[in-house]
């Protein structure tokens, strides 16, 4: 057929996915991003042009996490590794990165401590308990502490890092799932990441 018509029959089949599949499945989602992306952007623009990036960025990120977590729920696997490493950054990542931006302190080791957290949170978010990326983001923040010489933040985050292994070393227990309940060991781990968050302020 003519362009046109080809173009006319292309517009026709995405209206009707878009009827049919797209807004049924994911309409709230979207409708959530788009009232919230404005604020987002204005909120952004306001600060540094670094700030801006990271808000879009958290942004798409939520979305793809609510499209993920809608096409997961009908799965067997409920919690793929793509899920779990885009709810990390939408959550927790990224909004580390916005503070530093947003407090002048968006160096390597804000970044680099950043990151290391953001895998400690991508571990408490993972059924079951991903142990080890719980136990290696924060020594990888305990080391730059090391590296900062704040003797008493190193003292600190020692005993909660013992404390932790004395919990994950524990016989299990049959309690309800690590995202639904702000057990010990999340008190634990928000307890490491506030004090290693210190170390960039000392900076």
């Known amino acids: 057929g003519s362009p046109a018509w080809r173009a006319a029959n292309w517009l026709g089949r995405w209206r009707v996915w878009w009827r049919t599949t797209f807004w049924p499945q994911n309409g709230e989602a979207f409708s959530t991003i788009c009232g919230l992306l404005p604020v987002a952007v204005l909120l952004g623009a306001l600060l540094t042009p670094a700030t801006l990036t990271l808000v879009c960025a958290a942004v798409v990120l939520a979305w793809l996490v609510a499209l993920w977590r809608k096409e997961t729920s009908s799965s067997r696997d409920s919690h793929p590794w793509r899920l779990t490493v885009a709810d990390a950054w939408a959550q927790f990542g990224i909004p580390w990165m916005i503070g530093c931006a947003a407090m002048g302190k968006s160096t390597w080791l804000g970044i680099a401590l950043g990151i290391c957290l953001t895998l400690s949170f ?29 003797m008493l933040v190193i003292a600190a985050i020692s005993v909660l890092l013992i404390a932790q292994i004395g919990l994950l070393s524990a016989p299990k227990s049959g309690e309800a799932p690590v995202t639904q309940s702000l057990s010990g060991l999340h008190v634990l781990v928000l307890g490491v990441m506030l004090l290693s968050s210190l170390t960039v302020g000392f900076e």
């Open 122 to 150: 991508m571990g408490l978010s993972r059924q079951p308990l991903w142990r080890f990326g719980v136990l290696a983001g924060q020594l990888a923040g305990f080391i730059i502490a090391l590296g900062m010489r704040q």
